[in-house]
């Protein structure tokens, strides 16, 4: 079964005021329509303007409904930068009930650091978006009403899955044939291997029912790039349905993954990961205490 170490200082957060307050669990009720995970690794620079974005698309809904709530979850991920302090500034600006920091004590890949922003967030809905802003926030709208429209019975499970392959065929002009070869390959070992309901796994764009993040998360191994894979895995192990959502993409700068390395090392991950369900060494648990 999948396990995960949480350190004692990763289950509290700072209020406005500086008061240590501890986060709350997945697995209890939720008390907010939306949170959202933002997982951050050295993000200083890319995640104010992510967070300005957010912030003011979420505000505004609030102004159209007085009862509608959010949190944004900001999840340092061991960062060497000011990315706490940066995130601990819009919890001085809007209040702890809406924005929150994590701090993880060491960084653990951002499959691990979504995964511990989301078993400490309080939504109905919960989405984990990229730091750096290249989706889009506004599209949110678009993943929700699929989200909505689907039948999530009888375990209200459900997630609408941002996606970039409407952009592709753009993409491939301006990349080098080496790189075009290298998506393909990636794209053809996840069919084969993994998840066949998307074209595009890897978007940082992601919308969860909390009954589909509450068993997908519990079930979660990978800690790295591939986890989007592992995740989209056990969701169709699971028969919990999936839709996939073009979004509005853009390149920004700053990225820290290297083509090259990181293609290669998110194939090795996915052949693993693969390997470890077929021979039984991961088991994936169907039901949550």
């Known amino acids: 079964m999948a396990t995960y170490l949480r350190y004692e200082s990763e289950n ?12 709350p669990s997945l697995m209890d009720e939720e008390s907010v329509d939306l949170s959202v995970i933002v997982p951050s690794y050295n993000e200083e620079k890319r995640l104010p303007l992510m967070m300005e974005e957010a ?53 653990r890949g951002k499959g691990g650091a979504v995964r511990l922003g989301m078993m400490s967030a309080r ?17 949110i709208e678009k993943v929700e009403t699929k989200l909505n429209d689907i039948d999530t019975k009888p ?3 459900a997630l609408t899955v941002g996606s970039r392959a409407h952009l592709e065929k753009n993409s491939i002009a301006s990349r080098s044939v ?4 290298l998506m393909k390959c990636f794209h053809l070992i996840v ?34 790039w591939a986890f989007d894979v592992e995740l989209l895995y056990v969701a169709e192990e699971l028969n919990i349905p999936i839709a996939e959502v073009a979004v509005t993409w853009t390149e920004v700068d700053g ?18 990961l693969w390997l470890q369900y077929q021979l039984g060494l991961w088991v994936i648990k169907k039901n949550i205490d």
């Not at 509290?12 to 986060?23: A, P, Q, T």
């Not at 003011?56 to 709530?69: D, I």
């Not at 920091?101 to 960084?107: A, F, P, Q, Y």
């Not at 796994?201 to 079930?219: D, E, M, P, V, Y």
């Open 55 to 107: 912030i003011l698309f979420l505000e505004a809904k609030c102004e159209k409904s007085s009862s509608y709530k959010y949190e944004i979850i900001i999840v340092d991920d061991g960062s060497k930068d000011s990315t706490t302090k940066v995130g601990q500034s819009f919890v001085e600006k809007y209040g702890s009930d809406k924005i929150r920091v994590l701090t993880l004590e060491k960084n």
């Open 255 to 272: 990225s820290k993954v290297d083509p090259l390395f990181s293609g290669l090392q998110m194939g090795k991950d996915i052949v693993l």
């Open 12 to 23: 509290y957060f700072k209020s406005s005021n500086g008061v240590r307050e501890r986060f």
């Open 191 to 224: 069919w084969l291997l993994c998840a066949r309901s998307v074209k595009d796994s890897q978007c940082g764009f992601k919308l969860f029912t909390r009954n589909a993040a509450r068993i997908l998360f519990h079930n979660l191994h990978v800690e790295r």
């Open 178 to 181: 080496f790189r075009t070869l």
């Open 123 to 139: 939504g109905e809905h919960l989405l984990f978006a990229d730091a750096d802003g290249a989706t889009k926030f506004s599209d």
């Open 155 to 157: 375990h209200g499970r």
